[in-house]
């Protein structure tokens, strides 16, 4: 059962969840004898601190009492429902909002580690909120933000001015410069080195292609469809009109966008407050037959 925090108490390790907690909390409201119960939960990936009360002895037993470091309440769990951390880890995961990215990430240890090496100088891979797609950036600033919890990653963006939301000050706490709306400041299940990126996903050399008439590349991936046969529809379905995978973009803009055809990309959404993270590829990169 929750608690409040008490002045009396020795915090030690950090730890995190691995399982969903559960608690009836019990509230009294003005008249005796009537009671108001609200379920409490705490899920897998809320970051804690153990803690020991000077005034009461220790037992041998598998149950702790942990303060939850987001809402500084206090709960106790069992030795099972936990798995610890050290302070740097427990920094990285501190900036990470979401409960499911902060587990997420820590249960991928190449990520963590990616995390704990990348420095000041790094070329990085930034996942911009908004579904605003992946961009390219070099970290000038790892460390602690004023006002903020955790340890955070400052991205001076790469040719994507105007994705940004700083000039590497913040409250007028200043951690790096560069120009107006080209810096950002993100947790480690936004940002990973370029290194980490192409073991993940690699990206192929650009491929050399014959200028048309037209000096599109509405023919450069044709090879993608050419075992697909689109001249039967399915029974009982219409005839659609299917599109080359890149059309309507010129070589010069698709080697500025640092995507291509078959790139896994992760697409953000939010619902009710609560961003989620959903793994795809790209299909298709172009302008749609309206606006050509």
Same mark, same amino acid.
């Given at each position: 059962?929750?608690?409040? %925090?008490?002045?009396?108490?020795?915090?030690?390790?950090?730890?995190?969840?691995?399982?969903?907690?559960?608690?009836?909390?019990?509230?009294?409201?003005?008249?005796?004898?009537?009671?108001?119960?609200?379920?409490?939960?705490?899920?897998?990936?809320? =970051?804690?601190?153990?803690?020991?009360?000077?005034?009461?002895?220790?037992?041998?037993?598998?149950?702790?009492?942990?303060?939850?470091?987001?809402?500084?309440?206090?709960?106790?769990?069992?030795?099972?429902?936990?798995?610890?951390?050290?302070?740097?880890?427990?920094?990285?995961?501190?900036?990470?909002?979401?409960?499911?990215?902060?587990?997420?990430?820590?249960?991928?240890?190449?990520?963590?580690?990616?995390?704990?090496?990348?420095?000041?100088?790094?070329?990085?891979?930034?996942?911009?909120?908004?579904?605003?797609?992946?961009?390219?950036?070099?970290?000038? %600033?790892?460390?602690?933000?004023?006002?903020?919890?955790?340890? %955070?990653?400052?991205?001076?963006?790469?040719?994507?001015?105007?994705?940004?939301?700083?000039?590497?000050?913040?409250?007028?706490?200043?951690?790096?410069?560069?120009?107006?709306?080209?810096?950002?400041?993100?947790?480690?299940?936004?940002?990973?080195?370029?290194?980490?990126?192409?073991?993940?996903?690699?990206?192929?050399?650009?491929?050399?292609?014959?200028?048309?008439?037209?000096?599109?590349?509405?023919?450069?991936?044709?090879?993608?469809?050419?075992?697909?046969?689109?001249?039967?529809?399915?029974?009982?379905?219409?005839?659609?009109?299917?599109?080359?995978?890149?059309?309507?973009?010129?070589?010069?803009?698709?080697?500025?966008?640092?995507?291509?055809?078959?790139?896994?990309? %992760? =697409?953000?959404?939010?619902?009710?407050?609560?961003?989620?993270?959903?793994?795809?590829?790209?299909?298709?990169?172009?302008?749609?037959?309206?606006?050509?």
């Amino acid at each position: 059962m929750a608690e409040r %925090y008490s002045r009396d108490m020795i915090p030690t390790r950090y730890l995190i969840l691995v399982n969903d907690l559960c608690f009836t909390k019990k509230n009294v409201p003005y008249r005796p004898k009537k009671f108001e119960s609200h379920i409490q939960e705490y899920l897998k990936g809320t =970051i804690l601190q153990e803690v020991f009360f000077a005034s009461m002895p220790t037992t041998n037993t598998t149950r702790i009492t942990c303060i939850v470091l987001d809402t500084r309440e206090i709960i106790e769990c069992d030795e099972n429902d936990v798995d610890a951390l050290t302070e740097e880890i427990m920094g990285l995961l501190m900036a990470i909002s979401s409960c499911k990215e902060r587990y997420d990430v820590f249960r991928n240890k190449e990520r963590l580690a990616d995390g704990l090496d990348m420095e000041a100088g790094a070329e990085v891979v930034v996942r911009l909120p908004a579904m605003s797609g992946e961009v390219l950036g070099r970290l000038r %600033y790892k460390g602690k933000v004023h006002h903020k919890v955790g340890t %955070y990653f400052g991205v001076e963006l790469i040719n994507a001015k105007g994705k940004g939301n700083t000039n590497g000050t913040i409250r007028k706490h200043h951690y790096f410069s560069c120009p107006e709306d080209c810096g950002i400041f993100l947790g480690l299940n936004r940002v990973s080195s370029r290194d980490y990126d192409q073991l993940r996903t690699p990206i192929p050399a650009p491929r050399r292609h014959p200028r048309s008439q037209r000096s599109m590349i509405s023919n450069s991936y044709s090879d993608l469809s050419a075992t697909r046969d689109y001249s039967s529809p399915p029974s009982g379905s219409s005839q659609v009109s299917v599109c080359e995978p890149v059309i309507g973009v010129s070589e010069a803009e698709l080697s500025t966008l640092n995507i291509h055809i078959d790139m896994k990309v %992760y =697409i953000f959404t939010e619902v009710n407050g609560h961003e989620s993270q959903e793994l795809g590829s790209v299909k298709f990169i172009g302008r749609l037959p309206n606006e050509l």
